[in-house]
Nanobody, 114 residues
């Protein structure tokens, strides 16, 4: 069982990034998935969630209207499109299942700075 996040980087305020999370070792299409983030000195927080079929999504208030979670069950991958990024979005971003949390992957660093 493995979750591998990618797509992070350094971006200026107002910029965009698309994160990917490749899952393996379980029946991906059967599970709701989530993106979390953890900023330095802060607890990990839920950013977005998507149902197993992709029909319903949820977002933290801080990212509503800027971030979009999506998934491709044929590719066992969940995505996070992040637009209009702000310095406070700087964090390590992780994906995981919505329930029955798996061991966390290495995450992908997102840094928003001018």
């Amino acid at each position: 069982v493995q979750l591998v996040e990618s797509g992070g980087g350094l971006v200026q305020p107002g910029g965009s990034l698309r994160l990917s999370c490749a899952a393996s070792g379980f029946t991906f299409s059967s599970y709701a998935m989530t993106w979390y983030r953890q900023a330095p000195g802060k607890e990990r927080e839920l950013v977005a969630a998507i149902t197993s079929g992709g029909g319903n999504t949820q977002y933290a208030d801080s990212v509503k209207g800027r971030f979009t979670i999506s998934r491709d069950n044929a590719k066992n991958t969940v995505y996070l499109q992040m637009n209009n990024l702000k310095p406070e979005d700087t964090a390590v971003y992780y994906c995981n299942r919505r329930l029955t949390i798996l061991p966390w992957g290495q995450g992908t660093q997102v840094t928003v700075s001018s």
